[in-house]
């Protein structure tokens, strides 16, 4: 059965930073891209940023400069470095994955496996 455990989140002031990471199980995800996504209060979930296994990214327009996803395969974990953090960053970090290795873009890529999210929340 997979498992993606995130951990990482909490209360910071506007200007501090975070680290995310998802740890994944019961499959290898190396060869997959691996995700963040995230859901703020009120709004839908929304895609954050994205890695293919051979390193490619993608970010959303409002965290570009700010954060940045990486991986480490042998531990088959993800992260989400989350620097100059803002107010309007605070929601639910949710991690994901997918086993589908042909795609055309990492945001719409199906993800068919989620953790079960973590909370972040900037004040100001």
């Known amino acids: 059965q997979v498992q993606l455990v995130e951990s990482g989140g909490g209360l910071v002031q506007a200007g501090g930073s975070l680290r995310l990471s998802c740890a994944a199980s019961?499959?290898?995800?190396?060869?997959?891209?691996m995700a963040w996504f995230r859901q703020a209060p009120g709004k839908e979930r929304g895609f954050v940023a994205a890695?293919?296994?051979?390193?490619?990214?993608d970010y959303t327009d409002s965290v570009k400069g700010r954060f940045t996803i990486s991986r480490d395969n042998a531990k088959n974990t993800v992260y989400l470095q989350m620097n100059s953090l803002k107010p309007e960053d605070t929601a639910v970090y949710y991690c994901a994955a997918t086993d589908h290795y042909y795609y055309s873009n990492l945001r719409t890529v199906p993800y068919d496996y989620w953790g079960q999210g973590t909370q972040v929340i900037v004040s100001s």
């Open positions: 890695m293919s296994s051979g390193g490619t990214t």
């Open positions: 019961g499959r290898t995800f190396s060869i997959y891209p």
